[in-house]
Nanobody, 123 residues
């Protein structure tokens, strides 16, 4: 069983920055991929960034490329890993509930989700 704990989020002004972190623990989490999704009412959930916890290889959605980055910690643990989503130059359209999720690297579906955290970009 993998456990996820999210932190960060909140309110930012346009052009500002926020950071979201997600800590996965339990099984050999180094075998997992961690993704950050976001969702607004009436829209489909969107994958904005993902990182392979063992290698640190990242994926950034085109919609946020150049503004968002994702990284994972370099702590030598295979059962606890933290990934951080750094969001810069925030825009009002980035306002959403952001969810952390993980999938095993051999699977395509994300099977474990965090509780979600609100990000609001407004002046």
């Amino acid at each position: 069983q993998v456990h996820l704990v999210e932190s960060g989020g909140g309110l930012a002004q346009p052009g500002g920055s926020l950071r979201l972190s997600c800590t996965a623990s339990g099984r050999i989490v180094a075998d997992y991929v961690m993704g950050w999704f976001r969702q607004t009412p009436g829209k489909e959930r969107e994958l904005v960034a993902a990182v392979t916890l063992s290698s640190g290889v990242t994926h950034i959605a085109d919609s946020v490329k150049g503004r968002f980055t994702i990284s994972r910690d370099n702590i030598k643990s295979t059962v606890t890993k933290t990934a951080t989503l750094k969001m810069n130059n925030l825009k009002p359209e980035d306002t959403a509930v952001y969810y952390c999720a993980v999938r095993h690297r051999t699977q395509s579906e994300y099977g474990k989700w965090g509780q979600g955290t609100q990000v609001t970009v407004s002046s």
